[in-house]
């Protein structure tokens, strides 16, 4: 039956970034599952309760890319980067239907109920970007200021750079990959002590937007 939930949640997907929560049926999402009404009903109650599983289900996907690809590196300043262009990269792959969830705000019964995921994105990965740049205090490879509220700033710099952005939304992966290098190397030189890839040229980024 998992099999079945992530096959309903990978259709709800595509349907709620196409169009949104409002106009999404739960009979269209039957059809590209191929399964019956019913079948949907027994792993999700609503379409509301399907929604709000997708955004679960989407927070834990992204915190898995992040941990995956941040794990690996030893120093902060690494980490850091590495953690910004995953995040961003998802930002990226996922633009439609962070955008939905946005403009959507008011189309679930209990308003603020697709803004619950923008609110959990910020909190979950705000807190890592905290955490590391805590490390790197403490390392002192990062100057004495105050991680969360840097961490809430590059956050939400972030999230409108791949979300809001009509220029780079619109651009090709190899204009989106130099937009996120520069944005990297403006944020992580910004709070370093000193200016790590002037001296080591810029860490080694694994994954691609």
């Known amino acids: 039956m998992e099999d079945v939930k992530l096959s309903i949640l990978s259709a709800a997907k595509i349907r709620f970034s196409r169009f949104g929560f409002q106009k999404t049926t739960i009979n269209e999402i039957c059809r590209d599952c191929r399964i019956s009404k019913r079948t949907l009903y027994q792993q999700f109650p609503s379409k509301e309760e399907l929604f709000m599983c997708l955004i679960t289900h989407e927070l834990e996907t992204l915190k898995t890319r992040v941990l995956t690809q941040t794990q690996k590196l030893a120093l902060p300043v690494y980490q850091l980067s590495q953690l910004l262009q995953t995040v961003g990269a998802y930002f990226y792959e996922n633009r439609s239907l962070l955008s939905a969830t946005?403009?959507?705000?008011?189309?679930?019964?209990?308003?603020?109920?697709?803004?619950?995921f923008q609110t959990a994105v910020e909190k979950e990965i705000s807190a890592l970007i905290a955490k590391v740049i805590l490390e790197g205090k403490q390392q002192r490879q990062f100057?004495?200021?105050d991680e969360h509220f840097v961490a809430c700033i590059g956050f939400n710099l972030l999230q409108s750079?791949?979300?809001?952005?009509?220029?780079?939304?619109?651009?090709?992966?190899?204009?989106?990959?130099?937009?996120?290098?520069?944005?990297?190397?403006?944020?992580?030189?910004?709070i370093t002590n000193e200016a790590p890839f002037s001296k080591h040229g810029h860490p080694k980024i694994d994954s691609n937007i």
Do not use: H, M, W
């Not at 220029?167 to 520069?182: F, G, H, M, P």
């Open 102 to 116: 946005i403009k959507q705000e008011n189309s679930l019964p209990s308003p603020g109920q697709t803004n619950r």
């Open 143 to 145: 100057r004495n200021i």
């Open 161 to 190: 750079l791949f979300i809001t952005n009509k220029v780079l939304t619109c651009s090709d992966k190899t204009a989106v990959n130099e937009y996120t290098r520069e944005f990297i190397d403006l944020f992580v030189n910004g």
